[in-house]
T-cell receptor, first 111, second 112 residues
Framework: QKEVEQNSGPLSVPEGAIASLNCTYSDRGSQSFFWYRQYSGKSPELIMSIYSNGDKEDGRFTAQLNKASQYVSLLIRDSQPSDSATYLCAADGGSNYKLTFGKGTLLTVNP | KAGVTQTPRYLIKTRGQQVTLSCSPISGHRSVSWYQQTPGQGLQFLFEYFSETQRNKGNFPGRFSGRQFSNSRSEMNVSTLELGDSALYLC???????????FGPGTRLTVL
């Protein structure tokens, strides 16, 4: 069973701090990785995608991918209370036409 | 650019009934994926359609079915509803299933 694992949290950080969210995946054939943010009662919203080893930055968000370690992370700099949400990591299945999602990490940013 | 739309947004049904949910993808997206989300299980993959063909199916009973039309709109059907089918049903569209997927607002199904 191909899996994506995340710490369920909750992860609590003070406002202005860096939040670090981690994810591991089991399928070495996975090539595409995504981070989604889901506010309570809402649907997931795509915030980052990453396909190559290394870092990808978009505003306050940085995604990091290490395929050798099968590890993906998301850093949120200058965390804001509005960043409080569940963050979902997803990986493709190597051409099996689906994404596999982790169960998500609940992030709380305290003012 | 209009996003993914899903109808209805809320449904209340009783056990044994059946339900049909609809999803309209982003214009130009030909892949539609369906997911079930529950607090305990997270996002579970139901199936994926591309150009009216189901290319992958998750581990759900045959009561769960779907289809896709030539305009890429998709429907999913759940027959003989059970209490455990109460969940948020999400559809997501993309150009290809393993590319960036964009979610609709979901349909909240409650089975009594």
């Amino acid at each position: 069973q191909k899996e994506v694992e995340q710490n369920s949290g909750p992860l609590s950080v003070p406002e202005g701090a860096i939040a670090s969210l981690n994810c591991t995946y089991s399928d070495r054939g996975s090539q595409s990785f995504f981070w989604y943010r889901q506010y309570s009662g809402k649907s997931p919203e795509l915030i980052m995608s990453i396909y190559s080893n290394g870092d990808k930055e978009d505003g306050r968000f940085t995604a990091q991918l290490n395929k050798a370690s099968q590890y993906v992370s998301l850093l949120i700099r200058d965390s804001q209370p509005s960043d409080s949400a569940t963050y979902l990591c997803a990986a493709d299945g190597g051409s099996n036409y689906k994404l596999t999602f982790g169960k998500g990490t609940l992030l709380t940013v305290n003012p | 650019k209009a996003g993914v739309t899903q109808t209805p947004r809320y449904l209340i049904k009783t056990r044994g009934q059946q339900v049909t949910l609809s999803c309209s993808p982003i214009s130009g997206h030909r892949s539609v994926s369906w997911y079930q989300q529950t607090p305990g299980q997270g996002l579970q993959f139901l199936f994926e359609y591309f150009s009216e063909t189901q290319r992958n199916k998750g581990n759900f009973p045959g009561r769960f079915s779907g289809r896709q039309f030539s305009n890429s709109r998709s429907e999913m059907n759940v027959s003989t509803l059970e209490l455990g089918d109460s969940a948020l049903y999400l559809c997501a569209s993309s150009r290809q299933a393993d590319n960036e997927q964009f979610f609709g607002p979901g349909t909240r199904l409650t089975v009594l």
